[in-house]
């Protein structure tokens, strides 16, 4: 059975867990080395990226991700996820550490003030019909390696012809959060490329 963990120290875990449970593989937190040496993939939710970071190295869990990602190991990062995934970071806090792996550049909170939530379909690679995908004061992808395959634009808006999904090898991030609601489909594509990989 496909084993897939949730970064755990901090974030929305509970609803990633959800949802790979209903796509029927074996979905657990990942709290301590041992719990990633068991996973064949690994999500990075949403939360607060720099608190990640620094947890990622009180627990002793940093260097591991960095070595699991680097190595291979098919990762999806949604919002601070996919901070954490990014090798540059614009508008981060001083010495902000990433994991990396993704060769992009994210801007933090990069939808500013007045929509930093906000809801919006998304025509997504892959998938017939459009995702409802929705922002929490989330980051875009400034701009990407030649390698790195956009999934997704903003469409309409101040924001128009943003990226905000991509894929690069084994590694995928969206700015939003595809956990939250019941559409498992960008779920269900990760799993497949946990599967392939
Ligand atoms: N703004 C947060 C950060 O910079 C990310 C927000 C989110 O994950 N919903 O880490």
């Not at 949730?6 to 041992?34: T, W």
């Amino acid at each position: 059975m496909t084993s897939i963990g949730v970064f755990a120290l901090q974030g929305d875990v509970r609803e990633h867990l959800q949802a790979l449970e209903r796509l029927g593989v074996d979905a657990f937190g990942v709290r301590r080395p041992e719990e990633l040496e068991r996973c064949d993939g690994l999500i990075i939710p949403g939360g607060e990226s720099t608190t990640m970071g620094k947890l990622a190295r009180i627990f002793d869990l940093f260097d591991p991700l960095v070595e699991r990602i680097h190595g291979g190991m098919p990762t999806f990062g949604t919002c601070a996820g996919m901070i954490m995934l990014a090798e540059k970071i614009e508008d981060g806090i001083i010495g902000q550490e990433t994991f990396g792996g993704l060769d992009i550049t994210v801007r933090r909170n990069a939808f500013g003030r007045q929509v930093d939530s906000f809801e919006t379909d998304l025509e997504f690679a892959d998938l017939a019909d459009p995702v409802h995908a929705v922002f929490i004061r989330a980051p875009w992808v400034e701009s990407g390696s030649s390698d790195v395959e956009v999934l997704a634009t903003v469409h309409g808006g101040e924001a128009d012809g943003r990226i905000v999904a991509v894929r690069q090898r084994h590694l995928m991030a969206t700015s939003f959060h595809p956990e939250v609601g019941d559409d498992d489909r960008v779920h269900g594509l990760f799993v497949d490329l946990v599967k392939q990989t």
